[in-house]
């Protein structure tokens, strides 16, 4: 009985230390799938890098691209005026910095259609990329921009 005593601490410290390894073991390997997909994320939109793609069934486009200080900067035409920003990638997750616009004039119609693509461009949080086309989406929404 004391042995059986004595053997159970020993064997409750072994199956924790086994446990938090396989924890430590699971989330490097996340990490690596996530840098992984990260890497390819960036690989894809360099090779679209400076392309245009145009709001499915809209007059809005969006272009990757990068400045002079090699920041990645999303751009287009938003139905009036054109806006860029800066973005940033994490696997296929989207994050989007402020977005500044041109202040053209256009009809009240348009400028509204402009405001309500700018509002929810902002809200979009994960990209998917396709052979032709890329999808934006915040979970609720989605913005598919094709390729012309």
Sequence with gaps: MKKLICLLPLALLITGCDQAKNADVKNQAEQAITQQSTSDMKSMIKAIQNKDFWLENGKASLTFTQNEE????????AGVNNYFGDYSI??????????????MA????????????LKLLA???KVEIQQNAILLSN?????????K
């Design 70 to 77: 090699k920041l990645d900067i999303i751009a287009g035409f």
């Design 106 to 117: 256009g009809t009240s119609k348009d400028m509204e259609a402009e405001a309500e693509f």
């Design 123 to 125: 809200t979009m949080n």
């Design 90 to 103: 994490d696997g296929n997750k989207l994050k989007l910095g402020s977005i500044a616009t041109t202040m």
């Design 139 to 147: 979970g609720k929404e989605t913005l598919k921009f094709i390729a």
